[in-house]
C-alpha cells in the first residue's frame, strides 16, 4: 500500500515518485515498512523507451525491519506493428530477510518478453526469465522460468491472461521446485 506520483512535463521523460509501506504487506506494516518508491522513463525513440524504477528503505517482511535496495531497469523495443520486444534486468540487496536480522542477501536476474499483438482484443506472449538467489537454499542458486500465454481484452478496463508456465532449478535443495503450472488472472482498472 503507497502513493506513487508522476510527473511528464519534459518532451519524451516522465519522473515517478513515491511511498510504501513496504513490500509484500498489503495494509498492514509489518516491522515498520516504510520505502522510497521511483525513477525515470526515457522516450529515447518513438519506438524505444527504458525505464529505471527502484525502492529503497525498510521493505518490512522481505528485509526483517532492517534496509533494502532495488532496481528495475526495462527497456521496451517495438519491433514491428504487431511484436514488441521487453528486456527487464532486476536487482534486490536486503540487510535482513523474513524475520532474520542477520541475513543478508543479493538477488538478482533477467527476464525477456516477446509480445504479438492478433487483434484489438488478443495479444500472445511469451516470457523467459532467470533468477540468481540465495533466499531459497542459503546459497547462490539459479531458477528459471518460461511462460507462454494470452492476454485477452474483452473491455477497455479489463484483461484476461491465461497463462501455461514451466519452472526449473539446477539445485538438489528444491527438488518440487521443476514443475509445469497452468493460471488465469483478471485485471480490472479503473
Not at 55 to 70: H, I, K, L, P, V
Not at 109 to 130: H, M, P
Not at 153 to 173: C, G, L, M
Request: with cysteine; proline share 2%; charged share 20%.
Amino acid at each position: 500500500t503507497g502513493v506513487l506520483a508522476t510527473y511528464g512535463g519534459y518532451d519524451g521523460i516522465t519522473f515517478y515518485g513515491g511511498w510504501t509501506l513496504g513490500w509484500d504487506t498489503g495494509f498492514d506494516q509489518y516491522r515498520g515498512g516504510s520505502n522510497w518508491l521511483g525513477g525515470v522513463t526515457f522516450e529515447i525513440t518513438d519506438d524505444i523507451s527504458f525505464t529505471y524504477m527502484s525502492t529503497a528503505g525498510n521493505f518490512g517482511f522481505r528485509s526483517a525491519g532492517e534496509e533494502g535496495y532495488s532496481h528495475s531497469i526495462v527497456a521496451l523495443v517495438t519491433l514491428s506493428d504487431r511484436l514488441d520486444y521487453v528486456f527487464q534486468s532486476d536487482l534486490v540487496t536486503a540487510n535482513g530477510l523474513y524475520g532474520d536480522d542477520d541475513f543478508e542477501n543479493e538477488d538478482y536476474g533477467i527476464n525477456q518478453y516477446l509480445f504479438y499483438t492478433l487483434s484489438d482484443c488478443w495479444k500472445a506472449g511469451v516470457r523467459a526469465e532467470w533468477w540468481k538467489s540465495d533466499q531459497v537454499t542459503g546459497e547462490s542458486t539459479s531458477f528459471y522460468e518460461l511462460t507462454g500465454g494470452l492476454n485477452y481484452k474483452p473491455h477497455a478496463n479489463v484483461v484476461i491472461r491465461p497463462e501455461i508456465r514451466y519452472d526449473w532449478s539446477p539445485t538438489e535443495f528444491v527438488p518440487d521446485y521443476n514443475r509445469e503450472i497452468f493460471g488465469v488472472d483478471a485485471i480490472f482498472t479503473f
